[in-house]
């Protein structure tokens, strides 16, 4: 067995350590001190409404997915006749079950990363809480190694899922070829898409509503303080915050890392024909290629997650970025071995300059990891107080909450230039690397090109695991911060829960960047492995002769009235769909409303502390109202490519997947970076940074009354529709991709 | 001479006919009462405001276009080298020549039209508040026909524009012929955006920043109420709104006429082509046909404005929609004779099933007009107070400005829906119909189908002069208010100007949703006449044999890296360009702030009204700012895609183009439509139509505070950035056509 097979062990080690190693840091998390009985009793109550949403909304979910798996197996069965199936030999039925049961695992993965996770989540935030007593440090590893839990889950089931139902596939089923098999698993992305969708609306709908509706009946309408206990919607904002940030984002970015894995190999494909004409060492290295990286940042995380350390009197953030260094600097190798192992091209030299083609897929990889710190840096830029943008809106906030809103604006719309050009030049400079290195088909086509930025996205997501492990610690801590705040914790504990906060609230911005920067790195892949599936069936259909010659997918042509119709479609989509996720926040909010006046209004004991506020049943109404409102969106995102396809066929639905992500990555930007910065200059006044002749103007002035205007009005922003945003762009990505068959004409 | 030569005399007859009509008009208001000597003061008072903005802002504007066109002399001069010249005998000099004078001339009218089509309106405002005194009738003739001098006027020296220097360059220089003249004419298009760009970027900034700035500085500051004679920024404010609805939108539509008279032009050479190689009675007529239309249209107009009258309790809306039927119904006749004539096919029948092609072609432009009088009825749903978004924005206001944000976010968005449905149903069906008359090439390639679109456009801008002369009504209506306010005038004549301004502003949102359908039916045949010019050169290139043969624009796909790139930063331009022209606002209302303030320091008189506050120097100072602060965003417009043509090449600047188009219509659509919607929802609460358990919740309520917070927000969204991006969209597509030989690679 040469290198090249060997590396390819790494990806089951490094999944099922990542899974063993979650498991250990469950258990040291676990086995932690849970606090006073105070604490111990808010903890359970939010844990209680937690498994509440979780069982409510998971189950709903998988119903969901069973009725899509059997729709998609139905669709697939009557559609893939053998002129239309990617592999002929089984069109009908073995193809349509092969693509419902990838879709059904690929749901079923995302599903139990997301429910483990987030109950580990639930669990760590009061021993941070507990932590805080003793040490900044410690609650800052226990609300860490918390979040890695999920980030690991994610990760790992993700990459053990493409690869097993992978080698199943190819292995198990007669006629599937190694070639084949990456167009065959395309269901499982769809699958993780599917659940992404609902897991990300329902807990973004969910979360913001909770917080919108307590703060309005409660602060607003009762004029009690926010978070107080007497407000029974108060309980329901906590538990939101693990069902968007945790269990939503980590949706987000299983489908990312699946859908995105499966794309990757879907070009390796291309390359993996150029390597066996050529007889080059090991063709199937480059399909597998995706994975084996995923695999060495996977190991990255383990080990970077030691570097989380520091001194008591440091600030958190950065010993969260030195573990986030760490795993980017041992991603580096991890890359630089994998491209080294596995692009061999034998004894000649193929990529330009004399400079073999692993060098030049190293070198896209590196544009995508460094393309990742931008990211990290730009979100910090525009959302954290310390710079222009957000004190520009805090200054704003003097003139009142009008102001306030178009001083937000205006910053949201910004941040769209650094955003396109940052991702313009990692699309360029990873494409121009990756066509520098030699991958030329026979009739001299290039798909080094598009392989390059195929190797910049995995590079990229290398670092997901911890990425996702900082957005989990954002609601630990800020559910941490709520229990210390229920139990009256001491002062020392408060002070340092409150920073923490302030550092997840930055994490959580920076995980948006970060996913809203793979998925545009991601498009180009996707539906690069859009028209190489259409090509693939278009093939067929000429070979077979039911299609005449020279009429594959060579281009997608905006100049076609079809093709820019489409566009125009989807980029209304993004629109559309942000337009009914808000509105959906709003109603679910006054469902809340509604329960809450009733408790004030039936149970007077709560007012003076002598009955306890019915938590759950808020609990209840907002999970199936945000089930409920979840519905139409979620319809809109799943039907409108389906429609478009059906009518204007396959190359217009190129277009709208083009111009749809383009469209809701640059919408996603304004309404993630925007929401960002209204939240922290609301916190910023409240710092007692923003002052006028007459002096400091914080909290009770009128400007943080505009700056909590602003706050607001972004909550449904970054959190319910610009991450809804996120997963819609690879919605559209995967459903095309399954149901490309259906759109041929 | 046949019917379709003679037919061509419309063009000259209906544009010398309009001029006069406008002539007529304007002695018809110049003779009318003006009213008490109360209201002459404040009528003189904005009528010097408004003429020391025009004198500053179009010399800036003068300047700006001297400089664009010796530097785009110089960049053709340089770039028009015979291989890659339009008409290679005209290389270098002449065709450097040709662009910079078209250029000039097309600035030079749309100038002359802005500035008497102003000055016009400034004078109709006083007599229009003096008939209010007499009938309510009489008010609406005035300002109708005060605001039908600048629709006349912005069409006719459109029309005689393009007419004259197609003719004199056909006519006059030897060399061009008449399949040529279209491409040479470009430049007059350019000069035309580019004096629209900055005449509505100065005219938006300088409107909203006098409106925001002196009710902050007035109404919250100071605390004296709207429109207060204390307040120095009031003049400024009612000089602002002829600036911004008159000159800019005015400017806009002078563009769009000739932009897309242009490139229908040049679409008809393909038809030409065709029809001269058939045999084809009159092969010219393709090309003059865009405007002979337009020529019908005008005329249409004319008689439609006797339609406008009624009875005195009538709803001046009908008065001015009677009008518009009018104009339309006018308009299918006009229609109809004109492709009867101008579009025969001698004695064969082209068309499908039978039918003739004028036949298909009159059903294309049919579908343009049904599109504009869908759009007329689209934005009322959404922006006026009778149905469910305004509603929906009223009733969230009841908890406060951040719902208030929220909803009317949500409604703006969700006006993207219908609106991409109905332009992409026009341009399909258009296309269809198009496509049906039997255009086709030599080759084989059908030209009808695009030509189908342009016919279309064509069919839609018949109405324009009518729509701006609605446009005008309202800033008309709205100073005619403030004059009758400010001179105390009888409270029977306050009450008709109050109804005159509420429907002023339902008829200055029509224009803007009509403006941008218009531009995006007219992207398409924008976009398609630069792919014929970048042919046009390329081919001669190939002639010349300094490029490989095949290699022509024969689409833009988006599956290429660059034009990928090209497409999102185009899509990201409208975001970061509506970024810069609402920041603009605010740094222009700072500047107004700033003055006012001292003012009431420095001269304490004015408190008591013993002293009259200088409104002239506020008038001043914020000319000069809001033409210092337009400058960026006007120079990013320009440059970038100069930036990218230059760095990207031919194809990428055409998928900036369609995809920048897309994104800006959309993103105009939201701050359009948002923005009406809440502006009027504070006038639903003001009428007293929003109601609680507690009873009616009119003005001075919380709610009612709200509303006003989502007014001023929608200010600069509806008024600056909005109508600012229609500009754009349109810019982008004349210096693309003008700059195209600097991009070929």
Same sequence: chains 1, 2.
Avoid at 344 to 352: E, F, L, M, S
Wanted: glycine share 12%; net charge negative.
């Amino acid at each position: 067995m040469n290198a090249a097979a060997l590396i390819q062990w790494v990806i089951p080690i490094a999944g099922v350590a990542a899974v063993l190693f979650a498991a250990y840091l469950t258990r040291d998390v676990l086995r932690r001190d849970t606090g006073t009985d105070a604490m111990r009793d808010v903890a359970s109550t939010i844990h209680e409404g937690a498994v509440a949403f979780i069982k409510r909304q998971y189950s709903t979910i998988a119903v969901l997915a069973l009725v899509g798996a059997v729709i998609i197996g139905v669709v697939i069965y009557f559609v893939e006749t053998p002129d239309v199936a990617d592999v002929p030999e089984l069109a009908g039925g073995p193809i349509a079950l092969m693509t419902a049961v990838a879709f059904l695992v690929g749901a079923a993965c995302s599903m139990a990363s997301g429910i483990i996770g987030m109950y580990i989540s639930v669990r760590s935030n009061v021993r941070t809480a507990a932590a805080a007593r003793r040490s900044l440090v410690e609650a800052v590893q226990v609300a860490m190694r918390g979040g890695a839990v999920s980030g690991f889950l994610v990760v790992a089931l993700s990459l053990l899922g493409v690869w097993g139902i992978f080698i199943a596939y190819e292995a198990l089923v007669a006629d599937v070829t190694v070639q084949e098999a990456p167009f065959l698993i395309v269901g499982f992305g769809f699958g993780a898409s599917f659940v992404a969708l609902f897991a990300q609306l329902g807990g973004g709908i969910y979360t913001k509503a909770a917080d919108v509706g307590s703060d309005l009946v409660g602060k607003v309408e009762a004029g009690i303080p926010e978070d107080d206990p007497r407000n029974a919607g108060v309980i329901a904002d906590l538990v939101g915050d693990n069902v968007g940030d945790c269990a939503g984002r980590g949706a987000d970015l299983f489908e990312s890392t699946a859908a995105e894995n499966i794309g990757a190999m879907i070009l390796g494909v291309g390359a993996f024909l150029i390597a066996q004409a050529a007889g080059w060492p090991n063709p199937e290295a480059w399909i597998f290629f995706p994975l084996v990286v995923r695999g060495f940042g996977l190991l990255a995380t383990i080990v970077a997650l030691f570097f989380v350390r520091g001194r008591e009197d440091e600030d958190p953030m950065n010993m969260l970025n030195r573990g986030y260094w760490a795993t980017t600097i041992l991603s580096i190798a991890g890359l630089g071995i994998t491209t080294f192992v596995m692009m061999q091209t034998g004894t000649d030299v193929v990529g330009a300059m004399g400079l073999p083609s692993w060098l030049w897929m190293f070198g896209a990889g590196v544009v995508g990891l460094a393309t990742s710190v931008a990211f990290v840096y730009i979100t910090q830029y525009y959302t954290a107080g310390a710079w222009r943008p957000v004190k520009e809106i805090a200054e704003a906030s003097k003139t009142g909450p009008a102001t306030n809103i178009i001083s937000g604006t205006a910053v949201g719309f910004e941040t769209t230039f650094v955003t396109a050009i940052t991702i313009g030049i990692a699309l360029i400079a990873s494409h121009w690397l990756g066509s520098q290195a030699g991958l030329l088909t026979a009739d001299g086509r290039d798909v080094g090109g598009i392989f390059g930025t195929a190797v910049a996205t995995m590079g990229m997501l290398m670092t997901t695991a911890y990425i996702l492990a900082m957005d989990t610690f954002g609601p630990i801590t800020d559910n941490a911060g709520g229990i210390a705040e229920f139990s009256h914790a001491e002062a020392g504990a408060r002070e340092i829960t409150d920073r923490l906060d302030a550092v997840g609230n930055t994490t959580k911005a920076l995980t948006k960047g970060y996913a809203i920067a793979s998925a545009s790195l991601a498009a180009f892949l996707l539906f690069s492995a859009y028209i190489d599936k259409v090509n693939l069936i278009l093939s067929n259909q000429i070979e077979a002769g039911t299609r005449a010659a020279d009429t594959l997918l060579e281009t997608v042509n905006l100049a076609d009235v079809s093709v820019f119709v489409a566009a125009l479609i989807g980029a209304m989509l993004a629109y559309f769909f942000s337009s009914l996720a808000i509105r959906a926040v709003g109603k679910t909010a006054q469902s809340i409303i509604v329960e809450v006046r009733r408790q004030f209004r039936e149970m007077p004991g709560i007012m003076d502390y002598t009955q306890r506020p019915d938590y759950a049943r808020v609990v209840d109404i907002t999970t199936r109202a945000a089930l409920k409102e979840m519905v139409l969106p979620g319809a809109v995102a799943v039907a409108t490519p389906i429609v478009v396809g059906l009518l204007l066929g396959h190359e217009a639905v190129a277009g709208m997947l083009m111009v749809g992500t383009i469209s809701g990555v640059l919408l996603a930007t304004v309404l993630n970076n925007g929401g960002g910065a209204w939240d922290n200059a609301k916190k910023y006044i409240e710092s007692g940074r923003l002052s006028d002749v007459t002096g400091v103007l914080g909290k009770g002035t009128p400007a943080h009354a505009a700056a909590v205007v602003g706050d607001t009005v972004g909550d449904p922003f970054k959190d319910t529709a610009g991450p809804s945003l996120h997963v819609l762009v690879k919605l559209l990505a995967t459903i095309t991709l399954v149901l490309a068959p259906l759109f041929i004409r």
